[in-house]
C-alpha cells in the first residue's frame, strides 16, 4: 500500500478521534489537524508518521495541543 492510501485510511479515523475529544465538528477537526504541525508531519513522507496507527497520531495532536494551550 502507498503512502497516499495509508494517510487517506488514517485520516479519518484521527479526525473523528479530534472530533469526539474537542466536541466540534469533523471539518474544523480536519482543519485544525492539518494546520498542525502533527499534521504537516504525518503529510512528510521523510517523517515515516503515515506508518504509525491514528491513536499514536492523534496521541501527538493532543501533546502538541496541550503544549501549546500551556504557554
Do not use: W
Not at 38 to 46: H, I, L, P, V
Amino acid at each position: 500500500m502507498d503512502h497516499a492510501t495509508t494517510r487517506a485510511i488514517l485520516v479519518p479515523e484521527i479526525v473523528k478521534l479530534i472530533s469526539e475529544k474537542y466536541q466540534i465538528p469533523e471539518m474544523e477537526a480536519l482543519d485544525l489537524f492539518y494546520t498542525s504541525a502533527t499534521g504537516a508531519s504525518f503529510a512528510d513522507d521523510e517523517t515515516g508518521l503515515y506508518g504509525q496507527s491514528a491513536l499514536y497520531i492523534f496521541g501527538l495532536f493532543v501533546e502538541e495541543k496541550e503544549h501549546l494551550n500551556s504557554m
